[in-house]
Each structure stands twice: as C-alpha cells, then as structure tokens.
C-alpha cells in the first residue's frame, strides 16, 4: 500500500536553529511531492512542490526541500528558524497517474520558541 | 475574494446519525476535493470531482459516505449512520480549471464528534 511517512511527529527548536524535517513515501512509479504548512488559526497551504528538474527546490519563507529518489526522500529544510514558522508541515505525494489525488503524511507540529 | 468556505465549521452529532457537510468552492474553480484528517493522523483523500467528469470516489471509506456536487459549484458530504471513527476533520479542496494538484486551495474545515 502506498504511504508517506514523516520521522518526527513534534519539534521544538529555538530561533535561528536549523530545521529538517523527513519525509519518506512508498510508491513505485512516478510522483509529484509537495510541503503544505498550516499555520495557527489559518488554512492548509502550500509551501513548496517538486516536478521534476533539479532535485533541490527552493519555496517560500526560506524553504527548501530535496528529492531523492534512491531513498524516496523529500526533505525539508530551514537553516534558521523563526517563531512565526511555528505551524505544523505535512508532506504530500501525487503519484502522476492518480490525478488530483494527494496523499499525506501524518504532520509535524513545529513549535520554534523565542 | 472570498476562499473556500465550510459550514458548519463544528458539529457534534450523536452515533447512528446522518450529517451532511457542506464546500462552497472558489468561484470559476472546477476541481473539488474532499479530505479526512483524523487525530494523530494525515489527511486522507476522499473523493474529487472535476467538472462534469464521474467522480473519482476511490477514497471513500465506506458507503455510508457519499458526496455530490450541484451546478459544478457547492459539494456535500454526506455521512449516514454514523460512529464515533468518524470524528475527524474534513477538509474540502478546490482548483482552477486547468490548475494542476498543487494549485488546491483549502478551507478551514469540518470538525466533526460524534458521540
């Protein structure tokens, strides 16, 4: 069965800490993968996607993710944090022959103190 | 302009019930999706409705759920008989016409106990 796995399910890090966070997928073919972030009190948004191309892409707020497709790997990273990156981040997979569906990782609740 | 809106945003509902959610998607937007985030866990994939194609329904979890979509516009979700493992939060979806997955803009979501 298809998964996408996230390794940590709380953070908690201070500011201008580094972050990086895993995420794992089990699928076979080819897939799109995404970062969604939700921040308190607001909605589900997206943070950044890979296609294809380079396998390091960058999103907003300083957000970058790799892919890897040896380790079915897409993980994000921040080299600083802040305290309004508290929020929690889901990762997401596309396989490309199931259009429009997502399929999402648990979560990771990311809380950056001051 | 306006997001995707939800009603209600909370409902409490005993076992055994039916409820019924409702999506207001995005004006222009012909993709619909509807996901399931139960606690301590991701968001699932229900069903997704794009234009006047079938819908793909594939993760429905059983058939006490069903979903319909009027005029290409507003959805509901419709759960009957519920239990107490459908408490979770429900999350609709929608995209552009020509927008690809990533271009899915959510709402605030249903949060749905049932007792």
């Known amino acids: 069965a298809q998964s996408v796995s996230q390794h940590n399910h709380h953070v908690i890090l201070s500011e201008a800490a580094s972050l990086e966070l895993g995420c794992n997928y089990s699928y076979g073919g080819t897939v799109n993968l995404f970062w969604y972030v939700q921040y308190p009190g607001q909605h589900l948004q997206l943070l950044l996607k890979?296609?294809?191309?380079?396998?390091l892409v960058k999103g907003i707020k300083g957000f970058e993710a790799e892919f890897i497709k040896s380790k079915f790997s897409f993980n994000l990273r921040k080299p600083s944090v802040q305290w309004s990156d508290t929020a929690e981040y889901f990762c997401a997979v596309n396989p490309r022959d199931s259009w429009g569906k997502l399929q999402f990782g648990a979560g990771t609740q990311v809380v950056v103190t001051p | 302009g306006a997001g995707v809106s939800q009603s209600p945003s909370n409902k409490v509902t005993e076992k055994g019930k039916d409820v019924e959610l409702r999506c207001d998607p995005i004006?222009?937007?012909?993709?619909l999706y509807w996901y399931r985030q139960s606690l301590g866990q991701g968001l699932e994939f229900l069903i997704y409705?794009?234009?006047?194609?079938?819908?793909?329904k594939s993760g429905l979890p059983s058939d006490r759920f069903s979903a319909e979509r009027t005029g290409g516009s507003v959805s509901t979700l419709t759960i009957q008989r519920t239990q107490q493992e459908d408490s979770a939060v429900y999350l609709c979806?929608?995209?552009?016409?020509?927008?690809?997955?990533?271009?899915?803009?959510f709402g605030p979501g249903t949060r749905l106990l049932v007792l």
């Open positions: 890979y296609f294809s191309g380079d396998p």
């Open positions: 979806a929608s995209s552009p016409p020509l927008g690809g997955v990533e271009t899915q803009y």
């Open positions: 004006s222009g937007h012909t993709a």
């Open positions: 409705f794009q234009g006047n194609s079938a819908p793909d």
